[in-house]
């Protein structure tokens, strides 16, 4: 394994951040190579885990000659947002200088030629600078995986339309319970600038057979456990297998997906229509019938009267929920996985700001 640093010069003098890059250089020119990040919300740390837990595992592949295809690893791809702190309190979401998610506008190429993008040094802001990189890393690979997490959630992954098909391994190897199908646009998430130059490709020439490009949700933000970690790791190791990125025939995977495919369409994202506190009869993994009690929003604390229950506008399961109970009108509460499309009209893009 070699480890590189990319160094970046700050937006004001005296603030230069670097990114760690780890890579392991495959022996056969020909196998596919895969590019994992983890962290680009930078407090989002269950992919982080599992990254840490799969490095000695590349390791150890590594020594015994095991290694097929190139790999390449940022375990913390956000150094900007990890260093977001206010009031005791880590928010890496959005960058604090122009509120932009660290995980949209990204440049959308026509093309794999990464050479119009700012370098390191460019004379622009520091996130787009840190942003080209991330791209730069990632495009040379056919496989690119983006491990984030939700709020509470269960397993799940988010993939173009176009790659669903051939990725339900993926979802297989990382015991996902549902793999969410958008199309359209992402908002030029990260995933969706390294979809995008294999969907501008003709048909017969993308190879969708080879390549693998997602943003995985590894459960909740609390959800950061040795056990939960490793068990993530091996996922990943059970797909980098299965692709041929590394060798190991003690390594075997089922070939049905047992999850959901739900296009976004389906997702009801049950959303509050007051503040206040926030009540759940329901929780990550339930499965419901339509009309059941979902979350109860209280709008005047000791005054029953006042509180209004939301109940499911179809029969599906939840995926999952908010973690503060404490919410402002509008506020996102849930994401239900219903069998057919949510009645409220979907803008496209993303489902979440
Ligand atoms: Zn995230």
Redesign the pocket.
């Known amino acids: 394994m070699k480890t590189e640093m990319i160094k970046f010069a700050g937006d004001v003098p005296g603030n230069a951040i670097e990114l760690r890059v780890l890579r392991f250089e495959g022996s056969d020119k020909s196998a596919t190579s895969a590019y994992l990040q983890s962290s680009?919300?930078g407090g989002?740390l269950p992919g982080q885990a599992a990254l840490h837990f799969l490095v000695p595992m590349l390791k150890k592949a590594e020594a015994e000659g095991r290694i097929l295809g190139n790999i390449t690893i940022v375990p913390q791809a956000n150094p900007i947002g990890s260093n977001q702190w206010q009031a005791y309190q880590h928010m890496g979401?959005f960058e604090f200088h122009t509120q932009v998610n660290f995980?949209r506008a990204f440049p959308l190429l026509p093309d794999f030629d990464t050479s119009s993008l700012p370098g390191p040094d460019a004379p622009v802001a520091l996130a787009q600078r840190l942003k080209a990189a991330l791209l730069r890393l990632a495009l040379p690979h056919d496989i690119v995986l983006d491990l984030?997490?939700d709020d509470e959630s269960e397993s799940y992954v988010y993939i173009a339309d176009e790659f669903v098909e051939d990725m339900k391994d993926l979802a297989i190897a990382l015991n996902s319970t549902a793999i969410l199908a958008w199309d359209t646009t992402a908002d030029a998430a990260f995933e969706e600038a390294c979809a995008h130059p294999v969907l501008q490709m003709p048909q017969s020439e993308r190879n969708m057979k080879r390549r693998a490009v997602t943003t995985v949700e590894f459960r909740g933000l609390t959800d950061v456990y040795a056990d939960m970690g490793k068990g993530d790791a091996e996922g990943l190791y059970r797909f980098l297998v299965h692709r041929g990125v590394i060798r190991d025939e003690s390594v075997k995977l089922d070939t049905e997906f047992k999850g959901l495919v739900t296009p976004l369409s389906h997702v009801e994202m049950i959303r509050a229509p007051e503040g206040g506190m926030v009540l759940y009869h329901v929780e990550p993994g339930d499965v419901v019938e339509e009309g059941a009690k979902l979350v109860t929003v209280v709008t005047t604390p000791g005054e029953p009267e006042g509180d209004i229950t939301l109940t499911a506008p179809q029969a599906g399961r939840i995926l999952t929920r908010r973690s503060l109970r404490y919410v402002r009108r509008g506020d996102d509460l849930l994401k239900l996985l219903g069998a057919k499309p949510s009645a409220v009209e979907k803008r496209p893009g993303t489902l979440e700001a």
């Open positions: 680009l919300h989002e979401r995980n984030h997490c």
